[in-house]
Each structure stands twice: as C-alpha cells, then as structure tokens.
C-alpha cells in the first residue's frame, strides 16, 4: 500500500477529479442522477485517495516533499512532472479535498440557472484537478500549469451560472488573473535563466522547485531579484487578491454561484499565498526582503480597506467578499515578516479563511435561495424563522471575527504578533506600526461582523418575508455538506496544532535556505 | 562571341539529383498530374473520387517526409540550393498534414457549392507543393519561384466563388497585394544578389556578414525582403489585404491561407534569417522588433473591435505573427539564442496550424446552419449545439494561450526564447508578449461568452433548437485539430521534440 502511494498517490488524487469529468462527458445530460453520482463519486474517490496520504504521512519529517513523483515531462524546455507533499502543501490540498465534495453534495439540489448539471459538474471537478495539482506541484512550469486550468472553468462558471452582471464579472476576473499569471510566467523565466549553481557558478536551467528554493536566487543580483519578485508579486498578488489588485473579487464573488463563490474564497485565493509561500519568498530571498515592508503596507491596507469595505456594503455576499480581502490582508502581513512564526500564521490564517469564508459563501447562497435577496437592509429575524440557520451565521461570524476558541483567532492573532518581530533586516518600527494597524482591523471586523449578524439574524422578520412558506431552517442536503465545515472550525479553533505542528517543519526547512 | 556561348553550353551538367531527398515534391506532382488526368478522362464521374484523391496524395507524400527523418541524414542537392534537414521536414510535414485539413474542410463546401473541384484541388495540391519546396529552399532564386508556385494558386482559390462579389474583391486584393509585395521582394533579392554575387543564402551570409559589405545596399536588400515576405505572414503595416480576403474568400481557403500560406512566408523568412542574414542582426533584429510589436499591438487592437468571426481571426492573425516574428528580434545574440528562437517558431507555426484550422472548422461547420460569420449568430451556441460550442471554446483558448490547451505551449516558448539572451529589448518584447496575451484574451473571450452565456437570437432566420449536423469530413477535421491541440498542450514533448531544430549550426561549422 505505502509504495502503492509512493509511487501513484499524487498522481491520482490529482487526476480521478478529471477523469470523473472525463467518464460524465460521455454520459448524455437527460442521466442528471447518475451524473450527479459520477461527480460526487470522482470527489470522494479523490478525498479517500488524500485520506489515505494523510495517514501514511510521515510527520514526523513533515518538512521533506514526500511521495515524491519525477517522471519525464518536457525534455525541449528541461521542465519535468515533479510532484510531493509536504506540510505546507498538505492542508491545503486536504482543503481542497474536503470542499469540492461539499459543494458537490450543496449543490445536489441546488443547480443554479440555467441548470444543466452536466457542465457544472464537469467544470467543478476540472477545478479541483487544477487546484491540487497547483499545491503538489514542484515544477515551475508544472506549477503554472495547474495554476492556470483553474482560470477557464471559474471562467464558465461565473459567467454562465452568475448574477446579472455576470459577463462583465468574469471576464474581469479573467483578465485580472491573466494579466497576473503572465508576468509571473516571465519571471519563471527569469529564474530558469539566471539562477546558477552557487558551487559552481554554472547556470542551471532547471524548473525544479526543490532545486531553486535550494538556491535561493544564488547567482542573482539584488536589484534584478526585485524585479523577477516584481512579477511574481503582481502574479501572485491579483490571485490573492492584494489591494491594489483586489477589484476583481467583489465582482467576481457577487457574480459566481454560491458554490463558485465557496470554491473561490475557500481555495483559489489561496493559490496566490501559497505561491508567495512555496515560491517567491524562498527562490527570492533578496527580492523578497526588498519587497516586504511593501507588501506588508498593502497587506494593511487592505486590512483597513476591506473592512471599511465590508462597513459600506448593502448586500450580504458583497460584504462577505470585502471581509476576504481583509482577511487575505492578514495572511500577507504574516508573510510579509519572512519568519517562521509569520508564515506558520500565513498558512494557519489560509486553511481558517478557507473553512470559515467558505462556510459564510454557503450561507449567503441558502439565504438567497430562501429570500431571493440579499439586501441587508430587506433581511433580519433568521434567528426567529430559520433558527439553526441564524445560529451557524453567528457562530461563522464569531469565527471570522477571530474569536479565541475558534479557528479565525490563529489565523489573525499570530499574523498580528509575528510582525512585532519580523525577520532581520525588516524595518521593526514600519513593522510594528502595521501590527498596531492590523488589530485595529480586527476591531472593525468585528464591527462590520457583529453589524451584519444583527441586521439580518436578529429581531423581528420583515413584513415581507414573514409569511413567506419558502424560508425553512436548514436541509438535509446543507447539514451534510456544512457539518464536516462546522466541526473543522471548532476543531482547528480548539487544537491549532493540527495544522501548525505539520506546517512549521516544512516552513523552518523553506526558510533556511535562503540564510 | 560564339566562344563563350559554347563554354557555356559546355559548362552546363545536370547536377547529382538526390531522389530521395525531392521524393516528397514529386508524389505530390505525380498525385496533382494525377488529377489533371482523371478529370480530363473521366470527366464527371472524375468528381466524385477529387477530394478523396487530393487528401490521399497529401497523405501519401507523408511517407517519404517520414522516410527522410527515420534516415536522419541531412540531404543537400541541386548545389546546396535545396537542402533536407529536421527543420525542412518538420515544416513539410506541418504543410502537408494542413493541406490534408483543409481538403476535409473543403469537401463538402466545394461539392455543394457546385465549385469547379477538380481545378480546385489540382490548385491546393500545387500550392502546397510550393510551400513543401519552400521549406527546402536555401537559395533566393528556389525561394522565388516557390513563393509564386504557392501564391499563383491561393489567388485563384481566393476567388473561388466566382460569382460573388466579395470573392471577386478578396481575390483581386489578395492578387494585387501578393504581386506588389512580390516586386518589393524581388527587387530586394535584387540588391542582396548584387552584394553578394551569389543566389545562395550561405554564400549571402558569408558576403554581407564582413564588414567590407556596402551597408546601404545590404539594408536595403534586407528590408525589401522581409517586407516583402510580411505580406505574405500578414504582419502589420503589411497586413491590409488580409481581413477582406479572409472575409471574401471560401472560408476553407481562408483556413489555408491563414495557416498554411502565412507558415510558408514564415519559413522563408526563417530560412532568410538564420542562413542568409544571420551575421547581420544589426540589420534585422530592430527591423524585427517594431515589425513583431507592431503586429502584436496592432492586431489585437484592432481585433477588439470586429463583429465578424473571420475578420476576427484575420486580425488575430496578424497578431499571432507578431509573437512569431518577435524571437527573430533578438535571434542574432549568439548560437543558442538563435536555436532557441528557431524552435520556438517552428513550435508555434506547429501548435498554431492545429489550432487555427480548428476555429475555422467550427466557422464553417457553424456558417452551414447560420450562412454567416457574424459573432451574433454564435449567441447561444451552447444551447443547442454544445459539441461545437465547446470545440470552439478550446480552439479560443488555445489561440489565447490558457493552459493546458496547445496556444499556451507555443507562447511559452517564443517567451522564453526572448528572455534568454538577457538582453533589455528582448525582455521588453517579452512584457509586450504577455501585455498583448491579455488584450487577445478579450476579444477571445467575448466570442466565448457570447456562445456559453447569451441565450440564442430570438429573430434568428435560422434554427436554433436542434443540433448542428456537421458532415463527416469537418467532424474529422475537428477531431484531428482538437486532439492535436489538447495534446500540444498536455503533453508538449509531442511537439517540442520534433520542433527542437537548428539551422545556423551549419553556418558555424
């Protein structure tokens, strides 16, 4: 079995998602049930397959790629298929695994218009492929690849199944992205080109990110690692999104279906973090430096600036995607120190955001279905009509607005204390005024979190709702695709070390390089 | 007097043919005389077996492409003016597996147009020969009448509607544009011919190279030449003809020409460029240069603002032959630079074919439901034929360059070979590059959008409730090009493999 996994298991859970697809494009659409089935089958076969790589993980060396795949690929260019697993990578893609089958059982009945499952489904599952493909990957180009199978299908997803604004919100994210993945791509590039081997002092012309990241931009100048760093931000910053590059989200998330929305906020934000993490920081040790108090004042701003956001908004789904961008901002600010400590919080902060935005996605999605709106102003009294559902908004909220307990806190606290003490070579002061900024952000969070459980949660329902037959507490088909959610709030809340006893090896060996 | 035309006459000797190395040209003349000869003899009845019989000729050509590279040798005859090397083959077997796609293509839209087919594809089969000679052609004179014995037919074809207005006026461009450029051309070799003494491109590079050569004459010549050839592969400001011709002409000779004949401009260009001009980047590099970004900037530009698909892609076009032309601006830094340059169009004119006759098989598969070309009528596509809607979809895509569909792969490649020489202006053209992926993004994606997202047009004079029935030969056109397409994307190596090719090895041995 363990060599089985050795040898096939990235490779699989990366590629049933797909093949499911595959098989469900030959199935005629009349089948809805059986498609259906196909879909959550290939979900569950691939959360079964990470299951079991989970358990044969070994953490206690937690910091080394394992089930390392490295097979032959694109010779012409040196590029190769290198897969692996490490403890950054591994609660992401366990995210991942656990979210695509959720949305696949929330939307069992809940197809939005125009309906037509076939392509919904066929389109999720192209997405997780893309998606765990773009955290086991070790190859740059490997890397950009997976990255960038995400884009076409969100795409569709947006712009078929979306609001009515839908044109213009996809093919702003779209663009946005694009735009953002192809200076990346010139800065990986750059990397192939002018990184050599500190020994001696040959180019290497290498993809491998094992290799690179071992590097640590040996052999590039200061000033030029700003300017590859430079391209890898915008790359990896539009995907976050960081402000200045964030105005595709509120669009984009406004737009999407519930389930695009779960899907975006839960794990394609956090392709843009992770590849800061995974690539950025440890190949650009020097760039990364020289950018730092940068990103960590835009990661503040959008701190600020997002939950200002969340303050102005009217609309629920609206708001939920401002407090994204505020919350990424923390995740940034982590990574911005370049410490351990910082990082740790970076990844704790993505999986927690994941859980709980994903969670407040699905909400706003039943809210919708039940109110066919989500004007804040027109809602209120869920607490009184749909009990169980009011109580999972607030105790959603009380997660996103860090409460100690839940798993919110370890994502923000940690963020906000690691830049009291960022890596040396950081200005301390510049770094400890934007802590001091940072927990004035969780104070407006929560503001603008409290403000909204209140207006649409508590007091009497509006006139115009409170006959209505439509508004029913949660289903059976939500309860299943909500509880493991739920549980994982509480859960990583109660013993964050589950996550940060994985993630810091793997972080420490990243980081260690470079100095 | 009479002497020295008896020395001359003496002088001659017909040079060591090697049989092998021109097999390929000559099935494809034995399959085109071939056609002549069943249409004269069995007159009507010749009609039904043309197209079979052209896409079989195009096929059996493929046999001796595949011999010469099992061989592996690089064959060179008639004096080095016709060389067989990896680059020619790979590029003859591009030439020829497109003009299989296009006889596919053409089948059903010549038999039911009641075209003159015989002619017709009698025509394509020469013009495909020229562009097969072309890929040999190391010499200005076989160049030549390689680029006439594919331009001659493709005006012809253009016109192939002939009783249509438009046709008229596309074929009539087309013609005036090819014979003006023609001249540019002519008179460029003109000059190159009179600094170097030599037709030969070896011998070109060997002259002009030193610094003893006249530098005006040899950037004039330069200039003429490559202007010349940027008609022929459509690069901006050369570019004029081509969306009235691609909109006027049948739209499966639009597919050909938009593939097959801007690839022939290309490798001459290639051959030009890395045997011919190669110690001359000074001359061609900044030429390259604003030709590529113009093109690039140019041809999306205008892109945005089309209704119509072909003329769309005509402009797409052009600026898919910004990208091409972009690796030959910094071709000349050193050796490896220019290997990298030289693969990585070579690479795109591959992965581009595949992907450009795939638009226009949808074009046309769509066009025989809607008789139209408006990106109105694609409203709604994905509603009632979603086959094609999604086929279209991955050839867009593909041509944006999003992976893991073939376009990405081409672009990657063309990026890199910009960025390896580390030098500012190729770093500069590479952030056009990518500035210029996004803005083809848009138009790419309306299309997109407009067949997934719109609900079909409610006053539509044609029906929008059952599936379009595409004939065989364009499901087999789609099947191929879609399959190459996902492939080149998927699994590059596939492609890279055969297009990882070199010619200024030569020079420097």
């Known amino acids: 079995m363990t060599d089985f996994?050795?040898?096939?298991?990235?490779?699989?859970?990366?590629?049933?998602?797909?093949?499911?697809?595959?098989?469900?494009?030959?199935?005629?659409?009349?089948?809805?049930?059986?498609?259906?089935q196909l879909a959550l089958l290939s979900s569950l076969l691939a959360m079964v397959i990470g299951g079991l790589l989970l358990i044969d993980f070994d953490y206690g060396n937690a910091g080394a790629l394992q089930y390392l795949v490295d097979a032959r690929w694109i010779e012409v260019i040196n590029s190769r298929y290198i897969l692996g697993l490490d403890g950054i990578s591994l609660p992401l893609m366990a995210l991942t695994l656990v979210v695509v089958p959720l949305c696949v059982v929330y939307s069992w009945d809940h197809i939005p218009e125009p309906g037509n499952p076939k392509a919904f489904f066929i389109l999720m599952l192209i997405l997780e492929t893309g998606m765990v493909g773009t955290f086991v990957a070790q190859d740059l180009i490997l890397f950009f690849v997976f990255f960038e199978v995400v884009l076409l299908p969100m795409f569709f997803m947006i712009a078929v199944w979306g609001g009515e604004n839908r044109r213009y919100a996809s093919i702003k994210f779209f663009l946005f992205t694009l735009f953002g993945s192809a200076l990346m791509l010139l800065s990986f590039l750059a990397l192939f080109f002018l990184s050599t081997d500190p020994a001696t002092g040959e180019s290497l012309r290498t993809f491998?990110?094992?290799?690179?990241?071992?590097?640590?931009?040996?052999?590039?100048?200061?000033?030029?690692?700003?300017?590859?760093?430079?391209?890898m931000f915008i790359g990896f910053g539009v995907k976050v999104p960081m402000f200045p590059f964030h105005t595709w989200l509120p669009d984009a998330h406004t737009e999407a279906p519930t389930v695009g929305s779960v899907i975006l906020a839960a794990i394609l934000l956090k392709l843009?973090?992770?590849?800061?993490?995974?690539?950025?920081?440890?190949?650009?040790?020097?760039?990364?430096?020289?950018?730092?108090?940068?990103?960590?004042?835009?990661?503040?701003?959008?701190?600020?600036?997002?939950?200002?956001?969340?303050?102005?908004?009217?609309?629920?789904?609206?708001?939920?995607?401002?407090?994204?961008?505020?919350?990424?901002?923390?995740?940034?600010?982590?990574?911005?120190?370049?410490?351990?400590?910082?990082i740790n919080a970076a990844i704790f902060g993505m999986v927690a955001h994941g859980i709980i935005t994903g969670?407040?996605?699905?909400?706003?999605?039943?809210?919708?279905?039940?109110?066919?709106?989500?004007?804040?102003?027109?809602?209120?009294?869920?607490?009184?009509?749909?009990?169980?559902?009011?109580?999972?908004?607030?105790?959603?909220?009380?997660?996103?607005?860090?409460?100690?307990?839940?798993?919110?806190?370890?994502?923000?606290?940690?963020?906000?204390?690691?830049?009291?003490?960022?890596?040396?070579?950081?200005?301390?002061?510049?770094?400890?005024?934007?802590?001091?900024?940072?927990?004035?952000?969780?104070?407006?969070?929560?503001?603008?979190?409290?403000?909204?459980?209140?207006?649409?949660?508590?007091?009497?329902?509006?006139?115009?709702?409170?006959d209505s037959d439509e508004i029913v507490d949660v289903t059976r088909t939500e309860w299943i695709s909500w509880a493991p959610l739920l549980v994982g709030i509480l859960l990583f809340g109660l013993v964050p070390g589950l996550i940060f006893d994985v993630t810091d090896p793997a972080v420490v060996g990243l980081l260690a390089n470079g100095g | 007097m009479l002497g020295s035309v008896s020395t001359l006459v003496v002088a001659f000797e017909r040079p060591a043919i090697d049989w092998h190395a021109i097999a390929p040209e000559l099935t494809l003349l034995g399959f085109g005389a071939l056609l002549t000869l069943v249409d004269i003899l069995w007159l009507e009845r010749g009609r039904a077996v043309v197209s079979a019989l052209a896409s079989f000729g195009l096929l059996a050509s493929m046999v001796p492409v595949l011999t010469l590279a099992w061989d592996g040798a690089d064959r060179s005859t008639f004096w080095g003016a016709y060389v067989v090397d990896d680059y020619s083959l790979v590029m003859k077997a591009v030439f020829l597996l497109a003009g299989y796609v296009v006889v596919l293509l053409s089948t059903n839209y010549i038999a039911e147009g009641d075209y003159w087919e015989n002619e017709y594809y009698q025509m394509l089969l020469s013009a495909v020969l020229g562009m097969v000679v072309m890929a040999s052609a190391r010499d200005l004179v076989t160049i030549f009448v390689a680029l006439e014995l594919l331009s001659i037919p493709a005006y012809l074809m253009a016109t192939w509607r002939k009783r249509d207005l438009r046709s008229n006026e596309a074929g009539l461009k087309y013609y005036l544009m090819g014979v003006f450029a023609s001249a540019v051309l002519l008179y460029g070799m003109s000059l190159l011919y009179g600094a170097a003494g030599s037709t030969m491109l070896v011998d070109i590079d060997a002259a002009i190279s030193g610094d003893g050569a006249p530098l005006a004459v040899v950037t004039?010549?330069?200039?003429?030449?490559?202007?010349?050839?940027?008609?022929?592969?459509?690069?901006?400001?050369?570019?004029?003809?081509?969306?009235?011709?691609?909109?006027?002409?049948?739209?499966?000779?639009?597919?050909?020409?938009?593939?097959?004949?801007?690839a022939a401009g290309f490798v001459a260009l290639l051959s030009l460029v890395f045997v011919g001009f190669w110690g001359r980047a000074d001359v061609y590099q900044p030429l390259m240069w604003v030709l590529a970004a113009a093109s690039m900037f140019g041809g999306n530009l205008m892109a945005l603002r089309q209704t119509n698909v072909v003329r769309l892609l005509a402009y797409s076009g052009v600026a898919q032959a910004g990208y091409m032309l972009a690796p030959l601006a910094v071709a000349g830094e050193s050796l490896a630079v220019a290997d990298d340059a030289l693969s990585s169009v070579v690479t795109y004119l591959a992965i581009y074919a595949a992907m450009n006759l795939g638009a226009f098989a949808v074009v046309i598969a769509v066009a025989r439901r809607t008789a139209s070309a408006g990106i109105d009528t694609y409203k709604g596509l994905f509603r009632y034929s979603p086959g094609l809607a999604v086929a279209m979809t991955i050839f867009l895509m593909a041509l944006a360059g999003i992976p893991p569909l073939g376009g990405w792969f081409a672009k990657f490649e063309i990026v890199l070979a910009l960025i390896s020489p580390a030098t500012a202006w190729g770093v500069v053209l590479g952030v056009i590059v990518a500035v210029n992926s996004v803005i083809a993004l848009y138009y790419y994606a309306r299309i997109a959008s407009h067949m997934w997202v719109e609900a079909p047009p409610e006053s539509a004079d044609f029906d929008t409730t059952t599936p379009i029935k595409t004939p065989t030969s364009v499901t087999a056109a789609l099947v191929l090009t879609g399959a190459a397409t996902l492939a080149f994307g998927i699994l590059p190596q596939w492609v890279g493999h055969f297009t990882d090719v070199t010619l200024v090895a030569t020079l420097a041995g």
């Open chain 1, 359 to 466: 969670m407040l996605f699905f909400l706003a999605g039943s809210v919708k279905e039940r109110y066919h709106t989500l004007e804040i102003r027109r809602l209120g009294g869920m607490l009184v009509q749909a009990p169980r559902m009011g109580w999972i908004l607030g105790f959603c909220s009380m997660a996103s607005l860090g409460l100690p307990g839940l798993a919110g806190f370890w994502g923000e606290f940690p963020a906000i204390l690691s830049a009291y003490s960022p890596a040396e070579g950081l200005p301390v002061e510049t770094f400890r005024t934007y802590m001091v900024v940072a927990a004035v952000g969780t104070v407006l969070a929560a503001g603008y979190l409290l403000w909204l459980l209140q207006r649409t949660a508590m007091g009497a329902p509006r006139e115009e709702f409170a």
């Open chain 2, 220 to 262: 004039l010549g330069v200039i003429f030449v490559v202007v010349g050839f940027g008609f022929k592969v459509s690069a901006f400001p050369f570019h004029t003809w081509a969306p009235d011709t691609y909109e006027g002409a049948p739209t499966p000779v639009t597919a050909f020409l938009s593939v097959a004949s801007k």
């Open chain 1, 5 to 36: 996994l050795n040898d096939w298991g990235l490779t699989l859970v990366t590629f049933v998602p797909l093949a499911g697809a595959l098989v469900m494009m030959a199935v005629p659409a009349a089948e809805e049930k059986a498609l259906k």
């Open chain 1, 208 to 231: 491998d990110m094992r290799v690179l990241s071992d590097v640590a931009g040996a052999g590039i100048l200061g000033a030029t690692q700003i300017w590859i760093f430079a391209g």
């Open chain 1, 272 to 342: 843009g973090t992770y590849g800061f993490v995974r690539i950025a920081v440890p190949m650009l040790p020097e760039g990364a430096e020289a950018w730092a108090p940068w990103i960590g004042l835009l990661a503040v701003i959008g701190i600020i600036y997002g939950a200002l956001g969340c303050l102005a908004q009217t609309d629920m789904k609206r708001l939920i995607a401002f407090s994204s961008v505020a919350h990424m901002g923390f995740v940034m600010l982590g990574i911005a120190t370049l410490t351990d400590f910082g």
